[in-house]
């Protein structure tokens, strides 16, 4: 009616609105250059019947979309609409893809309906096609080695066949460890630091094939009584240690081991040339083991020296067994009672029967421990943190040899043992006179509350000097 079509505007309408009219409209595809020839008024009436027809369709398809309809699709508008606000009306669109190139060249009215349906169809089919149920992918291929795979599959990576078949040392350390419990038994204690003596924390380790010296051309199992006799430990008739006595053979004391002996105030060597390197050692003392003996009434295959400690061990295991015998009760039972009645026994009545191993750090006590219980000398020994024990048990006789560490922190535990001590073994690094004054101070300072406490001096590592 106003004759804007010819301008691309589709529709119009006058709107009163107070007291001002407003044209509003809205923008459709432009005239087409042959409209445009034709002049104004012939677009949009149609040329002929056919071409009626066909703009009646395109119009129809048109009116479907407003972007179609309002010719601004290939503007890259997707959408459009007008809203009247105010009085005022306002075209609100927002903007697509471009117009491709085919659709500019073809002209305005081509684009949105051949190549959009298409697009439409295709965009359709994708979703279609995204919105099927998937199949499960059991095994995904994601790397290109293909060892690393993602998905349902069962072994991420191939099971090695060294795995499946465990090696020789694996076997080997996986089986049960020697069992210890014929001879004597290895026990490892830990100590708190701010444990008292009879608060201990007991953690049985079964000693396992030691990689160390073997010496077993030496001493066989070592025979503990055999090798205290070794060493000369005796009594005196009146309980106080005695001199030593050396084994007939021995070779004769190194010089070294003169200095140790008058530095810790001895009066002669004690000979020996150390716990595993002598072989004069097993001439002199072939092993007795830790067999049960034939005669098990003494429990002793040989009764050991008169007037040494272990015939005083023996005599009073002895005499405690007779006396528990009488009374009905247990060794053992009796044995649990030794501290309390230590703590009231004068210091010069020994009542226990540990053997207390001393001595300063790295002079080789848990080494002699380990020669007790196993025959053999560890060489890879980490340092004590709290004490070590190994039981020699025989039918009629138990010694307990405890170990404590003799590193400076923990020296002054060393006290707190001393009361249910039997005997001590004080263990010197003689090829080190560094040490000997500091071990020469300790061990007074140990003895001068149990003065008359047997004492065993053992001249260590004998073989470095
Ligand atoms: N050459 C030689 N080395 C020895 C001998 N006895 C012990 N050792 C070594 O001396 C080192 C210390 O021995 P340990 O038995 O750990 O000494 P320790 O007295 O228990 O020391 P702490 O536990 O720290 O108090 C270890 O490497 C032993 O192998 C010996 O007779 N000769
Ligand atoms: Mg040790």
């Known amino acids: 009616m106003l004759g804007l079509r010819e301008a691309g505007i589709l529709s119009a309408s006058v709107v009163l609105a107070g007291g001002v009219a407003y044209l509003i409209w809205s923008y459709g595809p432009s005239p087409s250059r042959e409209d445009r020839d034709k002049g104004p008024g012939t677009a949009g009436k149609g040329t002929g019947g056919e071409e009626e027809k066909e703009k009646g369709a395109r119009r129809v398809t048109a009116y479907r979309n407003p972007t179609t309809m309002l010719g601004l699709r290939e503007a890259g508008i997707l959408s459009a609409s007008v809203v009247l606000a105010g009085g005022v009306a306002y075209l609100i669109w927002s ?29 359709g089919a994708r979703i279609l096609e995204l919105a099927r149920h998937k199949t499960s992918k059991t095994v995904w291929e994601t790397t290109p080695c293909g060892t690393l795979r993602w998905g349902n599959q069962d072994p991420i990576w191939p099971v090695s066949p060294r795995v499946q078949a465990p090696s020789a040392r694996i076997q080997e350390l996986s089986r049960p460890k020697r069992d210890l419990s014929a001879g004597g038994q290895w026990r ?12 201990r924390y007991h953690n049985t380790v079964r000693l396992s094939t030691p990689k160390s010296r073997n010496c077993e ?12 006799g070794f060493f000369g430990v005796s009594y ?63 429990g002793l295959q040989t009764p050991p020296r008169p007037g040494g400690v ?125 040490v000997f004054p500091v071990a020469k101070q300790h061990l007074m300072e140990l003895l001068s509350n149990r003065p008359r406490l047997p004492l065993m001096v053992l001249a260590n590592k004998q073989d470095l000097l």
């Not at 051309?217 to 205290?228: I, Q, R, T």
């Open 95 to 123: 903007y697509g893809p471009s117009p491709s190139r085919e659709d500019r060249d073809k002209g305005p009215g081509t684009a949105g309906k051949g190549t959009g349906e298409e697009e439409e169809k295709e965009k």
């Open 188 to 199: 490892k204690e830990e100590m708190a630091p701010s444990s008292t003596p009879n608060q």
């Open 217 to 228: 051309e030496v001493s066989g199992s070592w025979d503990v009584l055999g090798f205290l």
């Open 236 to 298: 005196g008739p009146d309980g106080v240690l005695g001199a030593p006595q050396l084994g007939a053979g021995f070779s004769p004391p190194h010089p070294g081991q003169r200095q140790l002996h008058e530095s810790l105030g001895g009066g002669g060597p004690s000979g020996g040339r150390g716990l595993c390197g002598n072989t004069e050692i097993q001439s002199q003392r072939p092993s007795a083991g830790f067999s049960r003996p034939e005669n098990a009434s003494t």
């Open 310 to 434: 272990l015939s005083k061990i023996w005599a009073e295991k002895g005499a405690r067994r007779a006396e528990a015998t009488s009374q009905g009760a247990v060794i053992p039972a009796e044995a649990q009672k030794t501290s309390d009645k230590e703590k009231t026994s004068t210091p010069e009545e020994p009542r226990g029967t540990q053997v207390l191993v001393l001595g300063l750090e790295g002079a080789g006590k848990t080494s002699l421990l380990h020669c007790l219980s196993a025959g053999v000398l560890e060489q890879d020994i980490e340092p004590t943190g709290g004490f070590n024990a190994v039981s020699v048990s025989r039918d009629n006789l138990d010694v307990e040899f405890l170990e404590i560490g003799g590193g400076a922190g923990l020296r002054p535990y060393w006290q707190k043992y001393m009361s249910r001590a039997l005997l001590l073994v004080f263990v010197v690094d003689s090829s080190d006179p560094k």
